[in-house]
């Protein structure tokens, strides 16, 4: 989609773009446009984002790469092996490749300890599409058993039934046996106790319960105390984070992981031998998997594989962890570094491939340094800070391709949180970030940033050129906060196109209230010339969903000449919808842990 909208540019505009996107996150319209040829100007707040889109954008070949990999191994292969190196349970060597941990809190009742099993189903033994059907089950009292897994069965410790499809922490919550219920997280400390350890080889895997000698390299007390990392502040995403007791960075996993990530970002410089562009991609493999943080990643256990700490744009909270080997083993390693670099090493290549160049990547640059006369040779200008300064100078951009701030929906500084402690970055609130947050920035706050953004690209917008965003709430809020900073900018609406943004049937979205259609606006600047507006030939069995981005799509061409009581008649638009309506009467979305 970003590309057809760069090459619909281009057809308005031919010759070489410069292509700006001032809230630029991943980067994904900063490479359509770089790899189409035009010059590219990409600003993020985030230096964290900056840093690694400056890094992605000049990414090495696998030839120059993959050598630096292999020192990095062998620099860190003792402590590796201490660390995962064992046995299977006929005695073969092997890999460990995941030790799965499961919350055990004190019920506040009787004191007992209850094991905080999700569900009936633990961990199957062999991949579900591979035909696994039996595994390690837990009954509602924390048993753990191998059986079937397609069928009620008896704990053989307390006789009670065991449903692989139950589930036991609902609301997070708990019940013990003595019968209290409660919130889990009003429960006390939580411990973490190994339970299951999954083994691997070559052509092998192999899951069960952790031996002697896996339970003592796993514990903390096997491993030096690391250096504190800083507090986790209280924020609308951390807070569940500090509810759980993880007060600090360093908490998210157990020391084992921490001291292996360590290890590997100490050995990073020796490894790169020199080369500051093999060492950015070696930091950026080392850091990015501390989003496979031990205590915060959850484990599938139909397809045997764990999940990010963060699930649709939220820090996710389980009471089943997986802790990863940070390096990755044999046939098991979703988001380890080994496997990170050999992604990266691939897309090396195919970069080079498509671009047929070594482009010229300058950044990141502090948005507060002085303007340069005009947008030079570079390919890609990558700068860091609010967009509500641009260091573009005037009438330099021919197109704005964009995605601002979903409101109160994404809080990306939030997120970025466990990245940047570990990158030895300031973790604090992003200053000018345009995000919705508690008590600190509300709606009126919200326009207001989103405005002056919007006046800083119409100023470095060239005559003619376009600002081209896309956006998607439910909320009505959010959509007359961006209209009003669009018009106050002194932008007007020329057509739009609702598009399919998200897959309904993946985990983050499936069955949740999530908006699946994102609404592209076109805008260019309101000087009065007489314009010929888009609006798309209605259709017909439209969803819900789509009749209502269609609604807001047509609202959105009166942007540029919005009056009176506009926003009462949109706040009325929106809120009797029926996919707004219906949503509100389903109610929040009951995550699990």
Same mark, same amino acid.
């Given at each position: 989609m ?53 890094t ?43 030790t ?30 591979a ?39 609902l ?64 924020g ?18 157990? *020391?084992?992981?921490?001291? +292996?990530?360590?290890?590997? !970002? /100490?050995?990073?410089? #020796? =490894?790169?031998? $020199? ?30 594989k764990?999940?990010?700490a ?27 570094v ?18 047929? *160049?070594?482009?010229?990547? +300058?950044?990141?640059?502090? !948005? /507060?340094?002085?303007? #340069? =006369?005009?947008? $030079? ?16 100078c005037d ?40 995000v ?22 119409? *100023? ?54 999530a ?79």
């Amino acid at each position: 989609m970003t590309g057809a909208l760069i090459d619909a540019a281009n057809v308005d505009q031919p010759g070489r773009l410069v292509v700006a996107d001032p809230f630029t996150g991943g980067g994904v319209i900063a490479l359509s446009a770089l790899l189409r040829g035009h010059q590219v100007y990409a600003q993020d707040i985030n230096l964290w984002a900056a840093q690694n889109l400056t890094t992605m954008l000049s990414l090495p070949t696998a030839d120059r790469l993959e050598p630096a990999a292999d020192r990095l191994r062998v620099l860190v292969s003792d402590l590796l092996n201490s660390a995962y190196a064992t046995f299977f349970e006929d005695g073969t060597p092997a890999t460990v490749a995941h030790t799965l941990r499961v919350a055990v809190v004190a019920c506040p009742r009787c004191s007992d300890d209850v094991r905080l099993f999700p569900s009936g189903i633990v961990s199957l033994t062999e991949r579900v599409d591979a035909g696994g059907s039996t595994g390690w089950l837990a009954c509602p009292s924390g048993h753990l058993q191998h059986g079937t897994a397609v069928r009620r069965t008896r704990c053989r410790t307390c006789n009670r039934l065991i449903d692989p499809t139950a589930r036991y922490t609902l609301q997070r919550r708990f019940r013990c046996r003595c019968g209290h219920i409660g919130r889990i997280c009003g429960a006390g400390p939580i411990r973490w106790e190994p339970v299951l350890v999954e083994r691997t080889a070559a052509g092998r895997r192999e899951i069960g319960p952790p031996s002697d000698a896996e339970l003592v390299a796993a514990a903390d007390a096997s491993w030096q105390t690391q250096p504190h990392l800083p507090a986790i502040r209280n924020g609308t995403e951390t807070a569940v984070l500090r509810r759980y007791g993880m007060t600090r960075w360093d908490h998210i996993m157990p *020391r084992r992981q921490h001291a +292996v990530l360590n290890a590997l !970002v /100490g050995a990073i410089d #020796s =490894a790169a031998a $020199g080369d500051r562009t093999i060492a950015s991609v070696l930091y950026a493999a080392v850091l990015s998997s501390v989003e496979m943080a031990g205590y915060l990643s959850r484990w599938d256990p139909r397809y045997l594989k764990p999940y990010e700490a963060m699930a649709n744009h939220h820090y996710n909270v389980t009471t089943l962890s997986a802790e990863p080997n940070v390096w990755g083993a044999p046939q098991s390693g979703r988001g380890t570094v080994g496997r990170r670099l050999d992604h990266l090493a691939k897309a090396g290549n195919w970069y080079a491939e498509r671009l047929g *160049r070594s482009p010229t990547i +300058v950044g990141p640059l502090p !948005v /507060g340094q002085r303007r #340069s =006369a005009g947008p $030079g040779t570079d390919d890609v200008r990558i700068v860091v800070g609010s967009s509500t300064r641009l260091l573009a100078c005037d009438d330099s951009i021919d197109l704005v391709c964009t995605d601002p701030p979903y409101h109160d929906d994404v809080k990306y500084g939030e997120l970025s949180e466990i990245f940047r402690a570990w990158a030895g970055l300031d973790p604090a609130r992003l200053d000018g970030e345009a995000v919705v947050c508690n008590d600190i920035i509300d709606t009126a706050a919200y326009e207001a940033t989103l405005e002056r953004a919007f006046c800083e690209m119409r *100023r470095a917008l060239k005559s003619g050129g376009h600002l081209v965003l896309s956006y998607a709430n439910r909320e009505h809020g959010a959509w007359a906060a961006l209209f009003g900073a669009l018009q106050g900018a002194g932008f007007t609406t020329i057509g739009y196109q609702v598009v399919l943004a998200e897959s309904d049937v993946s985990y983050a979205k499936a069955n949740r209230r999530a908006c699946n259609l994102d609404v592209i606006l076109d805008l260019v600047v309101a000087d009065g010339r007489t314009l010929k507006r888009f609006n798309p030939s209605a259709a017909t069995n439209v969803t819900e969903e789509e009749s209502f981005c269609r609604m807001l799509g047509t609202f959105a061409l009166r942007v540029g000449s919005l009056e009176g009581s506009w926003r009462q008649e949109l706040e009325r638009a929106v809120t009797t919808h029926p996919f707004v309506a219906k949503k509100r009467l389903s109610g929040p979305d009951r995550r699990e842990v």
